[in-house]
C-alpha cells in the first residue's frame, strides 16, 4: 500500500487566489512527521512547511499552512495568495517514528504539478 | 555557506560503467542519504547514514554501494551501470532531532 499519496497530478490556480493540495498517508506509528517540498523546474528541492502527529497546532509558514486531519490521515498543503512563482511540483514526505536512524528517511508521494495563471 | 554540495551534475555513462556520485556537507549533519527520482514516481530513497562509519539501507540499494568515512562525505558508488539506473539523484543531510531534510541540486545520470 502507498504510504503517501498525492491524488491531483495537476492542480491550476489563478493568480492571487487560495488553493490546496492534497496528501493523505497511512502508518501505523503513533510517532510520524509530515513534510512538504517544493520543486521548481531548476529541479532543487525546497523545504516548505513540517507538521509532526503529536502537535497540537496546524503548522503555519507565512503563505502555506497544513491542513492537519489526523482522524482522516491527511495533510493537505494550502498556499494562500498564489503567486506566479509557485508554478512547480509539490511533494508530500513522511517521516515515521522519531530518533534513532529515522529522521533521515522520508517517504514521498509522486507529487502534484501547480501551474499558477496570471 | 554552501549547505548540501553534488557532483557532477551531469553524466553520461554506457552500460557496465562504474563511477561515483559526490556528496558533501558543510553543516555538521549527522544523517545523510541518497535519493532517485524518476517520473510518476516521486523521490524514493536508496541508501542512508547515521553518522560516519555507519550505513543502511534505503527502498531501493540495489546496484548501489555507499560509505562514510567522514561527517561531511557520502559517496555513491555505482558498480555496473544499468539502463534502469538512469535517474536524477539527490543527496540530502539532516539534524539529529528537526528530521527537515537539506538537498543537494541533483544528478542527473543516463546509462545508455
Known amino acids: 500500500a502507498q504510504k503517501i499519496t498525492q491524488t491531483q497530478p495537476g492542480m491550476f490556480v489563478q493568480e492571487k487566489e487560495a488553493v490546496t493540495l492534497d496528501c493523505t498517508y497511512d502508518t501505523s506509528d503513533p510517532s510520524y512527521g509530515l513534510f512538504w517540498y517544493k520543486q521548481p523546474s531548476s529541479g532543487e528541492m525546497i523545504f516548505l512547511i513540517y507538521q509532526g502527529s503529536y502537535d497540537q497546532q496546524n503548522a503555519t509558514e507565512g503563505r502555506y499552512s497544513l491542513n492537519f486531519q489526523k482522524a482522516r490521515k491527511s495533510a493537505n498543503l494550502v498556499i494562500s495568495a498564489s503567486q506566479l512563482g509557485d508554478s512547480a511540483m509539490y511533494f508530500c514526505a513522511m517521516r515515521e517514528g522519531f530518533g534513532g536512524t529515522s529522521y533521515g528517511k522520508l517517504t514521498f508521494g509522486q507529487g502534484t504539478i501547480l501551474t499558477v495563471h496570471p | 555557506n554552501a549547505g548540501v554540495t553534488q557532483t557532477p551534475k551531469f553524466q553520461v555513462l554506457k552500460t557496465g560503467q562504474s563511477m561515483t556520485l559526490q556528496c558533501a556537507q558543510d553543516m555538521n549533519h549527522e544523517y545523510m542519504s541518497w535519493y532517485r527520482q524518476d517520473p510518476g514516481m516521486g523521490l524514493r530513497l536508496i541508501h542512508y547514514s547515521v553518522g560516519a562509519g555507519i550505513t543502511d539501507q534505503g527502498e531501493v540499494p540495489n546496484g548501489y554501494n555507499v560509505s562514510r568515512s567522514t561527517t561531511e562525505d557520502f559517496p555513491l558508488r555505482l558498480l555496473s551501470a544499468a539502463p534502469s539506473q538512469t535517474s536524477v539523484y539527490f543527496c540530502?543531510?539532516?539534524?539529529?532531532?528537526?528530521?527537515?531534510?537539506?538537498f543537494g541540486e541533483g544528478s542527473r545520470l543516463t546509462v545508455l
Open positions: 540530502a543531510s539532516s539534524r539529529l532531532f528537526t528530521g527537515e531534510l537539506f
